[in-house]
């Protein structure tokens, strides 16, 4: 991609305004899952009903967001982030206007489509304009908002739904966006790419449709009286679809997807490995207020405050992160920080009601400091390597990948549960508190931890020009 002749952006204060976006984007994934009780009454529906309105936005993620990087090469980067902050902070508004649960269903596919296009096209933005020698610090700004948001959503929907209304849940996106706006259309550059590609349509309808299929599925999964039936059919037909986009994309001559960076070891492992590490990190959120409420029997205010000692971890890690990967280097890093990361999920097997609060705020802040950390190598040593030229491919790639292993986490945290649930019965140990939840922490830990395997293929000096801080912008 090009950009029009302009002086140059600082990359800096655009990593905080793409951040600032992401954090919208990803809060309004989860804010409104205590808010529910609250929507169905306005709506005259029953609460399960809702699951819909939640669901929709991130089944309209999944489906739109391969089609990030064509859109942004055609339109240009400025355009298509500005308008998609646009139509987000729009159908945010319009969605706290809603009176119907018709209504707001649509306005949520309206917003998913927005966040389709403002998370990976922010992206590129930032790492169009980032020389490679800067890129930990700025990936790092980028990364909290996918661990931060999670966890915050719940207790912060819970609550505006408390002390004003449900309806301000969308509605403080509006101040919030038109800042964003007037801001994107100030700093970030107009790149688009000089010649035009066709789009490829075969390739949309079979994203689209494997996405579409492997998020209901996990939706399914992670439901509190899921359908296994339905569940395995949509995980099995998305997987069948994905493999024949991978068929189709290899085959074509403008492919909406083009796979030739995953060939690049460092950018390979975390399309691999780190799917698996996001993964376990997806089922977190999921895990820990269920088994502080349902297993460990505390309100949800209490369980909301254990549960922010994971964002102070994230928090003090991000100006550690820099430091350490120029010092250490990417693959030590990965693998002695990843190795923490596994042992503070297997740690939550180790919880119980009796355990002292100030030790379950520890193991929760530790396991805050590692997430945080190998979500910053390993976003960052993705695109380490990768040529200027073929960095808009790389990251509607990268993001793809990272929306289906953040959805298939919840899937992987209910499936937790429930062989948790089978485990106690054949050991004797149902009456252990909260042990389904305990049970799945480990399962998850093992899930961690096979994501670490693809780093020993890593070499020792793996990322060295962006570790030292040598690199020269491509």
């Known amino acids: 991609m090009q950009a029009n002749q302009q002086p140059p952006a600082n990359s800096k204060w655009i990593a905080l305004l793409v951040a600032g976006a992401f954090f919208m984007e990803n809060l309004d994934g989860t804010v409104i899952t205590t808010a529910v009780p609250d929507i169905a009454q306005s709506f005259g529906v029953a609460p399960l009903a809702l699951n819909i309105g939640v669901s929709a936005y991130l089944l309209t993620l999944g489906v739109f967001i391969p089609i990030s990087g064509w859109v942004a090469e055609r339109y240009g980067a400025r355009r298509v982030f500005a308008a998609a902050l646009a139509i987000f902070t729009l159908a945010s508004v319009l969605c706290g206007m809603a009176h119907s649960l018709t209504e707001f269903v649509w306005l949520r596919v309206l917003q998913g489509a927005g966040g389709a296009m403002m998370v990976p096209v922010g992206r590129l933005v ?10 930990i610090a700025v990936i790092a700004t ?58 490829d349509w075969p390739g949309f309808l079979l994203s689209g449709s494997a996405l579409l299929l492997l998020t209901w599925g996990a939706e ?15 995980l099995a037909a998305g997987a069948l679809l994905l493999a024949a986009l991978g068929w189709h994309l290899k085959r074509t001559a403008h492919p909406l997807i083009d796979l030739s960076a995953f060939f690049i070891p460092t950018f390979s492992i975390t399309i691999i490995g780190g799917s698996l590490f996001r993964m376990a990190i997806g089922a977190v959120p999921f895990l820990l207020p269920l088994m502080f409420q349902l297993g460990f029997g505390l309100d949800a205010f209490h369980s909301g405050l254990l549960v922010i000692a994971v964002f102070a971890g994230n928090l003090l890690m991000k100006p550690a992160t820099t430091p350490i990967l120029r010092r250490f280097g990417f693959k030590p890093v990965l693998l002695v920080n990843g190795l923490a990361n596994v042992a503070s999920l297997a740690a939550c097997a180790l919880l119980t009601p009796a355990t002292p609060v100030w030790l379950i705020a520890a193991v929760l802040f530790v396991g805050g400091l590692t997430r945080s950390m190998q979500f910053s190598a390993l976003n960052t040593i993705a695109f380490a390597d990768v040529p200027q030229q073929r960095m808009a491919a790389a990251n509607t790639l990268f993001s793809t990948a990272f929306q289906v292993a953040l959805g298939l986490g919840v899937a992987l945290g209910a499936t937790g549960v429930r062989l948790g649930h089978w485990s106690a019965a054949q050991l004797g140990v149902s009456d252990w508190p909260a042990i389904d939840y305990r049970l799945a922490f480990l399962l998850v830990a093992l899930v961690s931890l ?6 020993l293929r890593l070499s020792r000096n793996a990322g060295e020009q962006v570790a030292r801080g040598e690199g020269r912008r491509s």
């Open 142 to 199: 980028l990364t909290w908002p996918a661990l931060v948001a999670p966890v915050l959503g719940p207790p912060v929907g819970g609550f505006i739904t408390s002390y004003a209304s449900w309806r301000w849940i969308f509605y403080l996106n509006l101040p919030l966006g038109m800042l964003a706006l007037a801001a994107a259309w100030w700093l970030i550059p107009d790149q688009r790419a000089p010649q035009r590609r066709p789009f």
């Open 220 to 234: 399914v999964v992670g439901s509190p009286a899921p359908d296994w039936q339905e569940a395995g059919a949509c």
């Open 126 to 135: 930032v790492l169009n304009s980032t020389p490679k020698e800067k890129l």
């Open 450 to 455: 096979l994501g670490l395997a693809d780093a």
